[in-house]
């Protein structure tokens, strides 16, 4: 698991805690009215995160959030970005990589973010350059593996409930994996990169085709209803 060689968590990644309950207000989306300074979002509670399943987003909740909050601009937003890594800060760390993309990333209606809530811990790589995917993919198998769980359950403090503070996971001694298993990442990267971009652009074709035979079918009911075709009995 280890090169013998460490950094700290704090100097390659951004620990940012989930949104407190004063920053937002859950909201009817049947009802929406547009407040100033306020943005639309979607909070993400313990139960639409699973380390099988990235995200379930039937389990997040329609909210108004600060607009500051949620600023792409901002580089702590808890806002969740494709490759973030999310540890579930509540009595037994479990951690997810958001590796899935826009999609799945943003409400499918009206592209609101998800954000984490309090009992969620977003780890965002600092340097967005080479390698990103493969070095997001690393840090979050090496923070899941049962030897780092193991110090993250050490960590951990409080009586009825035990939770992770900020400081000790920036703190935390991060192994860095061996030279060759870097160079490696760089195509295994690109491969991904590639596969993802095959599969976007099947999921639109066939969001087309369905379009189409939507309307074709649609036209085909009412041809029937105004008799211009017969009912099939």
């Not at 049947?30 to 399943?53: N, Q, T, W």
Request: net charge positive.
């Amino acid at each position: 698991m280890s090169s013998g060689k460490t950094v700290k968590l704090g100097s390659i990644a951004e620990i940012i805690p989930g949104v407190s309950v004063r920053d937002y207000e859950l909201r009817d989306p049947a009802a929406d009215v547009l407040r100033e300074g306020m943005a639309k979002a979607y909070l993400v509670p313990i139960s639409a995160l699973d380390e099988e399943s990235p995200l379930k987003q039937d389990k997040t909740q329609p909210a108004w959030i600060k607009s500051s909050i949620v600023s792409r601009e901002a580089p702590r937003a808890p806002a969740f970005r494709q490759f973030d890594i999310v540890i579930i800060n509540r009595n037994e760390p479990r951690v997810v990589l958001i590796s899935e993309f826009e999609e799945t990333i943003c409400g499918e209606d009206d592209r609101a973010p998800n954000v984490a809530t309090g009992p969620l811990m977003i780890i965002r790589l600092k340097e967005q350059g080479g390698y990103f995917f493969w070095r997001a993919q690393y840090l979050a198998w090496w923070l899941g593996h049962h030897k780092s769980r193991r110090v993250l359950r050490r960590l951990m403090k409080g009586t009825t409930v035990k939770v992770l503070s900020r400081a000790d996971l920036e703190n935390l001694d991060v192994s860095l994996p061996p030279p060759n298993k870097r160079i490696q990442g760089a195509t295994t990267e690109k491969l991904i990169a590639d596969e993802a971009d095959k599969a976007k652009e099947l999921r639109r074709m066939l969001h087309e085709q369905a379009e189409l035979e939507y309307r074709r079918i649609q036209e085909v009911l009412y041809r029937m209803a105004t008799g211009e075709l017969p009912v099939i009995k």
